[in-house]
């Protein structure tokens, strides 16, 4: 079993609508990192959270410690949207990455 | 400005090769790291380093070793190139050091670099 999993793997959402990735991870962190992978290969780290909450425009990312629970929710979808959003957590030095959750926005 | 670059975007190599991926990032950070993504999409990472540490990851074959000529390069050097290595290669940069509210220790990753060995 992977120390991080990631649900949904796979999401199909209508332009517009509100959209939920969860993360979830076995191991004592000391951050986490949400990425985006685009469809040319390209990554963008979208956010890195050790507590709290953080918002960039239409995204939000959350984390609890206690629970080993993380989620990056995107208002407002847009086709533009689609990629890989990735959760990785950083443990004792080393980073360990989930699966990783393809997410497509129909217009 | 790229911030992390680099090259080659593309390496079709024969098994057996020796080859070389540089990476240059122009951030000012001190930490570099090398990943792999398999076929799958699935990202491990190879190693990480500063100029005070190498930290590499146990399951990475010695064949690859990286090399730092100063703070804003490492390269990955791949000896002995087998058909398992055929990935994608993804360089990244990013301090060491965590402070307050401020991103540090956020990750800014390069193109990639899509090796194919044959």
């Known amino acids: 079993k992977n120390e991080v999993e990631q649900s949904p793997q796979n999401l199909t959402a209508q332009e517009g609508e509100f959209i939920t990735i969860n993360c979830s991870y076995s191991?004592?962190?000391?951050?986490l990192h949400w990425l985006q992978q685009h469809p040319g290969g390209g990554i963008v780290s979208l956010f890195m959270?050790?507590?709290g909450k953080k918002k960039h425009g239409r995204l939000i990312a959350t984390i609890n410690i206690q629970e080993k629970h993380s989620s990056l929710h995107i208002t407002a979808s847009h086709p533009r949207d689609s990629a890989v959003y990735i959760c990785?957590?950083?443990?004792?030095?080393?980073?360990?990455f989930g699966a990783g959750t393809r997410l497509t926005v129909k217009p | 400005d790229t911030a992390v670059s680099q090259t080659p975007k593309y390496l079709v190599t024969q098994m057996g090769n020796d080859k070389s991926i540089k990476c240059e990032q122009n951030?000012?950070?001190?930490?570099m790291y090398w990943y792999k993504q398999d076929s799958k999409k699935f990202l491990k990472i190879m190693f990480s380093?500063?100029?005070?540490?190498?930290?590499i990851n146990e399951t990475v074959p010695n064949r690859f070793s990286p090399k730092s000529p100063d703070k804003a390069h490492l390269n990955l050097h791949i000896n002995s190139l087998e058909l398992g290595d055929s990935a994608v290669y993804f360089c990244?940069?990013?301090?060491?050091?965590?402070?307050?509210?401020?991103?540090?220790?956020?990750?800014?990753f390069g193109p990639g670099t899509r090796l194919t060995v044959l």
């Open positions: 990244a940069s990013s301090y060491a050091g965590t402070s307050g509210g401020t991103s540090y220790n956020e990750q800014f």
């Open positions: 191991v004592g962190i000391s951050a």
């Open positions: 959270l050790s507590s």
């Open positions: 990785a957590v950083r443990s004792l030095g080393d980073m360990r």
């Open positions: 951030l000012g950070h001190d930490t």
């Open positions: 380093y500063n100029n005070k540490e190498l930290i």
